[in-house]
């Protein structure tokens, strides 16, 4: 009787351990007492659902988030309250566990993420990228105010500084994946950040590209990319 009992509570064990999903996402976003939060990620051109969390009062701002992954893959955290801001966070996903933790608030901007080595990555492209941003929200202000004053030579030599801007944004993205050619940042970068750059650039980037992350998902969709271009 004991060895069956044992059998059976042995079965429910492995039972219970095949059910569980190979990534896992948890944190906390302070200030939301009560919302539902969702891991989704892209699909051809829309966003998909993998799993939610209803979050309460009593789970003290706590979410837990679960999804099979075969790869490296970007995701994205979202709420369903708050239309009038940002309400996606993206990050990498990995076997294992990734923990993002925000605020309501804030949500999109205040968050620390902590889980894959592509993450990490991620985050310091980011980062770079975003000095590139503020620089070009200065330099359009730059033309809106030549425009605005009717300085045509001013407007003219602003148009041109953002056209260069940009082509050092690109150039320098190019460059980011070259050195990581070993990850999958690399063709996820090209493919969400420079799509519409010059082919040669992204041609580039795909050749440099070392076999695993040509076999990878954002590998694949690179050089489909390229190829849909080349016609």
Avoid: W
């Amino acid at each position: 009787m004991k060895n069956i009992t044992l059998s059976l509570l042995l079965l429910l064990i492995v039972a219970c351990g095949s059910d569980q999903k190979n990534m896992q996402v948890k944190g906390t976003i302070k200030g939301l007492k009560k919302g539902t939060v969702y891991l989704t990620k892209a699909n051809d051109t829309a966003f998909v659902a993998i799993d939610s969390f209803q979050v309460n009062k009593d789970d003290d701002y706590k979410f837990s988030l679960s999804a099979n992954i075969e790869e490296p893959e970007a995701f994205y955290l979202e709420l369903d309250d708050t239309a009038d801001k940002d309400n996606r966070i993206t990050f990498f996903g990995h076997k294992g566990l990734t923990t993002i933790n925000t605020t309501l608030k804030d949500f999109g901007f205040d968050t620390k993420i902590e889980g894959s080595k592509e993450q990490q990555l991620l985050e310091e492209y980011i980062l770079y990228m975003r000095k590139f941003q503020d620089q070009s929200l200065d330099l359009f202000k730059q033309s809106v105010d030549a425009r605005t004053n009717k300085d045509e030579l001013a407007y003219l030599a602003s148009l041109k500084r953002i056209k260069n801007h940009k082509k050092r944004q690109y150039l320098y993205t190019t460059n980011f994946a070259l050195a990581n050619k070993n990850s999958v940042v690399a063709p996820y970068i090209a493919l969400t950040e420079i799509n519409d750059a010059n082919i040669n650039l992204l041609d580039t980037i795909n050749g440099a590209l070392t076999k695993d992350i040509k076999a990878s998902k954002y590998g694949k969709a690179l050089n489909q990319y390229i190829k849909g271009l080349s016609k």
